[in-house]
């Protein structure tokens, strides 16, 4: 219902669910470096930040910030990644 854009160097694991469908569909960009790794999910308007990891089964309803590691549901931060 609304544009996915998916940057280079950009991994999606198996199971990777990128929900744009809302009573206002709004687009989701995931940017170069960054990793979903198996099951996690993208809620609609969610900008995954350069280099960032959305841990198995993490839930982003919210833009992760760029080279930062998150888990759980909803996503929360659980340390820096190193930029390279």
Known sequence: LAPVTIADQVCLAQGVSLYTGHHRPRP?????????????????????????????????????????????NPAQIVQRRVAF
């Open 28 to 72: 989701i960009s995931i940017q170069a470096h960054s990793w979903l790794a198996p099951q996690a999910s993208l809620g609609p308007g969610v900008i995954v930040g350069e280099g960032a990891i959305l841990d198995a089964g993490g839930v982003a309803i919210q833009s992760l910030q760029p080279w930062m590691v998150y888990r759980g």
